[in-house]
């Protein structure tokens, strides 16, 4: 009975997990999402992930991507994730090869994980890169409210 409940927790934990991660409207296209931008003159937060390899990637979806307070914040923005996952079964191989394309046009340092923010017009509003161990999300909520700032 008690591996019955354990089985049951984890299911519904991962259930729930997998349905936090589906609210967020999460874009794998820039282009898709800066051409939207300007038409809905909207922000839009790029995120540079390795989320099955980049542990400070994971901690930040904990402490970060899955607050309400991010969502609240973001609610009228436009997300874009650049995953670049060592597991083959994550992404299309079509998705990783753009991904990969666009790491090398915006993140040439391969810094995990790295949030970029720009304005509707395509400029650049700031950045945050890594994530502290102590993991402070201080810096990444300073973003979302310097691009509050900006509309």
Not at 60 to 70: G, N
Request: with cysteine; charged share 25%; hydrophobic share 40%.
């Amino acid at each position: 009975m008690r591996t019955f409940l354990l089985v049951l927790t984890v299911l519904f934990s991962q259930l729930t997990l997998a349905q936090t991660e589906e609210q967020l409207p999460w874009m794998t296209n820039l282009e898709a999402a800066q051409k939207q931008a300007r038409k809905e003159k909207k922000p839009v937060l790029l995120y540079f992930t390795g989320s099955d390899w980049c542990a400070p990637c994971i901690q930040l979806k904990e402490d970060f991507f899955s607050t309400d307070e991010f969502k609240a914040m973001t609610k009228d923005y436009l997300l874009v994730m650049i995953d670049i996952p060592r597991r083959i079964d994550i992404v299309s191989p079509e998705q990783l090869t753009y991904n990969k394309d666009i790491l090398k046009r915006y993140n040439p340092e391969r810094s995990f994980p790295l949030l970029i923010a720009y304005n509707h017009k395509g400029r650049k509003i700031g950045e945050v890169s890594g994530y502290s161990s102590l993991r402070d999300t201080s810096y990444h909520f300073e973003l979302l409210e310097k691009i509050a700032e900006n509309y």
